[in-house]
């Protein structure tokens, strides 16, 4: 189980423990930690510059001209992004750093003007794909400050060995909950929205193997009772898919996820928070708005999120619409 350090802290305040402590807790608990990783390690040398001043490199179109405060003063900067803002901030890496990847910046002269560093995208930094423009950073920060720190990145990820009997620390929460001491503060919980005033409604009925909320739009079946007791659902109306909020990413990453889309993330982020697996289909893709939950039939394939229509065996618990496979349970 893959935690993120910063993340467990967050969920309890209380625990008071260097990563060092806690593993050594974790240890007498039952649960050591086969590996650790310090996400911060390759953002060592990068820092927080702001952008003093832009304007278009006079012998390059797509070139622009900056002065970066940064931790050693002004120093010119040659920018290949088109989106350079005056007066914002920017992960900076200067002349001598080194990025995660290993290249090392130095001083060069670009088209006539001589370049003193580096602003940095997500992709150089290897936070995320983004690499159509450098990363801007929102809110008020300290030109020359450490990055890692002022992005909240400075975090380590611990990879924890989880014995079969111990299924209550497969989330954050869980793991949290050994860690903290006894009468000390409390866990923090996420707050749900609840009545309607939260603009939440649901509305549903149960009978053993069925469930049909005409009201919500979806059908629940399950044919294999012994091997699935219970399949909830709800439909969320109004969604656009995009790209999730950063700290969200960050979060992700950090607990060794690899960020898809605001939907998909949420869905991931809700399982490694409270260790509540979940699973978000489009509504309109589901045949006859049916999920059927229940083992795959002879001959069956599943088509992944690579594309790849791969063969599934009939003692696999599969979750179909009603038509086809849409994901193993």
Same mark, same amino acid.
């Given at each position: 189980?893959?935690?993120?350090?910063?993340?467990?802290?967050?969920?309890?305040?209380?625990?008071?423990?260097?990563?060092?402590?806690?593993?050594?807790?974790? @240890?007498?608990?039952?649960?050591?930690?086969? #590996?650790?990783?310090?996400?911060?390690?390759?953002?060592?040398?990068?820092?927080?510059?702001?952008?003093? $001043?832009?304007?278009?490199? *006079?012998?390059?179109?797509?070139?622009?001209?900056?002065?970066?405060?940064?931790?050693?003063?002004?120093?010119?900067?040659?920018?290949?992004?088109?989106?350079?803002?005056?007066?914002?901030?920017?992960?900076? @890496?200067?002349?001598?750093?080194?990025?995660?990847?290993? %290249? !090392?910046?130095?001083?060069?002269?670009?088209?006539?003007?001589?370049?003193?560093?580096?602003?940095?995208?997500? !992709? &150089?930094?290897?936070?995320?794909? $983004?690499?159509?423009?450098?990363?801007?950073?929102?809110?008020?920060?300290?030109?020359? @400050? *450490? %990055?890692?720190?002022? @992005?909240?990145?400075?975090?380590?990820?611990?990879?924890?060995?989880?014995?079969?009997?111990?299924?209550?620390?497969?989330?954050?929460?869980?793991?949290?909950?050994?860690?903290? *001491?006894?009468?000390?503060?409390?866990?923090?919980?996420?707050?749900?929205?609840?009545?309607?005033?939260?603009?939440?409604?649901? &509305?549903? +009925?149960?009978?053993?193997?069925?469930?049909?909320?005409?009201?919500?739009?979806?059908?629940?079946?399950?044919?294999?009772? #012994?091997?699935? +007791?219970?399949?909830?659902?709800?439909?969320?109306?109004?969604?656009?898919?995009?790209?999730?909020?950063?700290?969200?990413?960050?979060?992700? !990453?950090?607990?060794?996820?690899?960020?898809?889309?605001?939907?998909?993330?949420?869905?991931?982020?809700?399982?490694? &928070?409270?260790?509540?697996?979940?699973?978000?289909?489009?509504?309109?893709?589901?045949?006859?708005?049916?999920?059927?939950?229940?083992?795959?039939? *002879?001959?069956?394939?599943?088509?992944?999120?690579?594309? #790849?229509?791969?063969?599934?065996?009939? #003692?696999?618990?599969?979750?179909?619409?009603?038509?086809?496979?849409?994901?193993?349970?």
């Amino acid at each position: 189980m893959k935690v993120s350090y910063r993340w467990l802290c967050d969920v309890a305040p209380g625990i008071g423990l260097t990563v060092d402590e806690a593993m050594a807790r974790l @240890a007498l608990r039952g649960a050591p930690v086969e #590996e650790v990783e310090d996400l911060a390690a390759g953002l060592r040398d990068i820092v927080v510059g702001q952008v003093l $001043d832009a304007r278009p490199h *006079p012998n390059a179109d797509r070139l622009t001209l900056c002065r970066v405060l940064g931790p050693d003063g002004e120093v010119p900067v040659v920018c290949g992004a088109p989106d350079v803002r005056s007066g914002s901030f920017y992960p900076f @890496a200067p002349v001598g750093a080194k990025l995660p990847g290993g %290249f !090392r910046i130095g001083k060069r002269k670009i088209r006539g003007h001589f370049s003193q560093g580096m602003l940095c995208s997500e !992709r &150089e930094l290897e936070l995320g794909d $983004d690499q159509a423009g450098i990363m801007l950073l929102k809110g008020d920060y300290e030109a020359g @400050a *450490p %990055f890692a720190p002022a @992005a909240e990145l400075d975090d380590h990820r611990l990879d924890v060995e989880v014995t079969p009997n111990r299924g209550d620390l497969l989330s954050h929460v869980g793991i949290a909950r050994e860690l903290h *001491p006894v009468g000390q503060g409390g866990i923090v919980l996420p707050a749900f929205p609840t009545g309607a005033g939260a603009g939440v409604g649901l &509305e549903s +009925s149960f009978a053993r193997g069925s469930s049909d909320s005409a009201s919500a739009g979806v059908r629940i079946r399950i044919e294999d009772p #012994e091997l699935c +007791s219970r399949y909830l659902g709800a439909v969320i109306r109004g969604v656009t898919v995009g790209p999730s909020p950063r700290w969200l990413a960050n979060r992700l !990453r950090a607990a060794g996820q690899r960020p898809i889309n605001n939907v998909v993330d949420a869905t991931n982020y809700v399982m490694l &928070e409270l260790g509540q697996p979940l699973h978000a289909f489009d509504l309109h893709r589901l045949a006859d708005a049916t999920i059927v939950v229940g083992r795959a039939r *002879p001959g069956e394939t599943l088509v992944t999120l690579d594309g #790849e229509a791969r063969p599934i065996t009939s #003692e696999m618990l599969m979750i179909r619409d009603a038509d086809r496979p849409v994901a193993i349970a």
